[in-house]
């Protein structure tokens, strides 16, 4: 698709785009697991109530806590900057700038959730490797 930037607040990254990109999201979740399948959300999830919306969704649908696992991803800033700046000169649905970034990471609530802390610095199959690992207490 073609990038739209907009910047922080605005456009794509305004409050009631975000409330409807949540909404969308967790109703797709929603779905799948009425077809019963797994169902992993990934996304920034910067505000407590986004995550407790999910949270509370799943539990509704018949989750049990103990399946539902809660990560905050961490990278440092000169690798998500280089990692914006690749996936920018590619067809993508992102169209989230390096400003826009540490402008969410600014903003960025800390969850009273228990959460899982994971290092995303390393490739991504590496990333995907400890979620299992966690997740599957391997």
């Known amino acids: 698709s073609e990038h739209r930037f907009s910047g922080f607040g605005k ?4 409050e009631e785009f975000t409330g409807k990109t949540y909404e969308t999201l967790i ?3 929603l779905s799948r697991l009425k077809d019963g399948l797994g169902v992993i959300l990934d ?10 919306s999910a949270v509370s969704a799943a539990l509704r649908a018949g989750v049990g806590r103990d399946m539902i696992h ?3 991803c961490s990278t440092p800033d000169d690798i998500v900057r280089e990692r914006i700046y690749e996936r920018l000169k590619t067809k993508t649905e992102s169209d ?11 903003s960025f609530e800390k969850l009273s959730e228990k959460i ?8 991504l199959n590496a990333s995907i490797k400890a979620i299992a690992d966690k997740i599957f207490d391997l």
């Open 27 to 29: 109703s797709r979740g």
């Open 43 to 52: 996304a920034t999830f910067s505000k407590e109530a986004f995550v407790n």
């Open 70 to 72: 809660i990560f905050e």
């Open 11 to 14: 456009g794509i990254y305004s």
């Open 116 to 123: 899982a802390a994971l290092d995303t610095s390393a490739p």
């Open 96 to 106: 989230a700038t390096f400003e826009v970034y540490l402008r969410q990471k600014c």
